[in-house]
């Protein structure tokens, strides 16, 4: 199964222990842009539990089947590096509001380390040019280091 399919079979079964009202997809999108901007689908700017349940679910028997997703989620995001988890999202059928939420200046996901304001220096010298993510950063440097340099340091750009 792909990432992209996987990650949706995941985030279908959120949605479903849910509240499911017309606006419920907007909390997957808050999560999904939790995930990416902090790694945490708890730190959503929308809540992240609905205030509604269907058969009168608890909020903490809901909380006990969606985190073990949610962490699924996490862990996908994890292995694959931001970008390609970015990737797998934009490939989704959940794609419009985690993507469009991580641009809006209104909401703290805009102000995540999700920019691509990174770049690498070997030597005191730039070796890659501005616009990386951190993790893409992160990721050169390392391969310097492993070919033998020791001056290799990331750079953010204010």
């Known amino acids: 199964m792909s990432n992209t399919k996987k990650l949706e079979v995941t985030l279908d079964k959120i949605w479903r222990a849910g509240d499911k009202d017309e606006m419920s997809i907007k909390h997957i ?3 999904l842009a939790a995930v990416i901007a902090y790694g ?17 679910v608890s909020i903490e028997a809901l909380r006990k ?13 994890n292995e694959l590096g931001t970008d390609d988890f970015i990737e797998v999202v934009r490939q989704s059928k959940f794609s419009f509001y985690p993507l469009e939420y991580l ?3 209104w909401l ?5 380390e999700v ?10 010298g730039e070796v890659n040019g501005f616009g990386l993510t951190k993790e893409q950063a992160q990721s050169i440097a390392e391969d310097w280091r492993e070919q033998g340099y020791t001056e290799v340091a990331v750079r953010k750009e204010e």
């Open 115 to 124: 920019k691509y304001n990174y770049s690498v220096w070997v030597g005191g």
């Open 40 to 56: 945490d689908w708890t730190e959503g700017d929308d809540y992240n539990l609905p205030n509604w349940y269907e058969n009168e």
């Open 103 to 105: 641009t809006d200046d």
């Open 29 to 31: 999108g808050h999560g």
């Open 65 to 77: 089947r969606i985190t073990p997703l949610w962490e699924a989620v996490e862990q996908m995001k």
């Open 108 to 112: 703290s996901y805009s102000k995540a």
